[in-house]
Each structure stands twice: as C-alpha cells, then as structure tokens.
Nanobody
Framework: VQLQASGGGLVQAGGSLRLSCAAS????????VGWLRHAPGKEREFVAG????????RYAESVKGRFTISRENTKNTVYLQMNSLKPEDTAVYYC????????????????????WGQGTQVTVSS
C-alpha cells in the first residue's frame, strides 16, 4: 500500500485544518492507520490512529477533544480533523500504516508503523 497525505497549511491559533491520507495499491483492510507528527527539536510522536476493521480509534492525550480521526471506506481515505489548533501543534504530519494485530490496541509506538506517506506541514501561528 502507498499513502498520500495532504491538507496541511498555515493557520492561526484556534483555527482548524483537515488532513487526508489516501491509500493506493491496495485497500486499508487489515491495517491500523495512524497520524504521527515531527516537530523541530522533538521526537516523532503518535497523534491519532484508527483501526480499519471496526473503526476503533486512539488519541494522544495532547489532542483528545480537539482532533478527530475518521475513515471513508469508499474512498479508502483516512482523515484527521484538527480543531482548536495551538502553536505547539506545529509539525510535519505523516500518515502511516501497520498491519492490524487484533490481540493489541492501536500502537502509539511510531517504529511499529511500517508504511509511511510523505509528510504535510502544519504551522499554527500565535
């Protein structure tokens, strides 16, 4: 599967953006799809994830209540709706996928995501 991320941009604090991650080559069936971000001077971190089979979601504490991850089956696309954005949300955002292991929850460990799309820059000004 190949991933294509889009939707980043520049927004003022308190604003919103929606990121999209489209899959090609195969469907997201049997995958967990995550959004991860990398800010300058910081380690890459998990933001949100969704299990394609069943729709289970998981969020980092820092974005709970502000970000929503969702999927659209017919378009084989995962979205990240980001509201109430803060300057500390500034980062390059990546969508990534890993094969679902139904014995465990959606992984927050970035190294477990084996397929990565290109990043999209999100900049939140204060």
């Amino acid at each position: 599967v190949q991933l294509q991320a889009s939707g980043g941009g520049l927004v003022q604090a308190g604003g919103s953006l929606r990121l999209s991650c489209a899959a090609s080559g195969r469907t997201f069936s049997n995958y967990d799809v995550g959004w991860l971000r990398h800010a300058p001077g910081k380690e890459r971190e998990f933001v949100a994830g969704i299990r394609w089979g069943g729709g289970r979601t998981r969020y980092a504490e820092s974005v709970k209540g502000r970000f929503t991850i969702s999927r659209e089956n017919t378009k084989n696309t995962v979205y990240l709706q980001m509201n109430s954005l803060k300057p500390e949300d500034t980062a390059v955002y990546y969508c990534a996928a890993t094969t679902t292991d139904y014995a465990f929850d959606i992984s927050i460990a970035t190294y477990q995501y084996s397929v990565w799309g290109q990043g999209t820059q999100v900049t939140v000004s204060s």
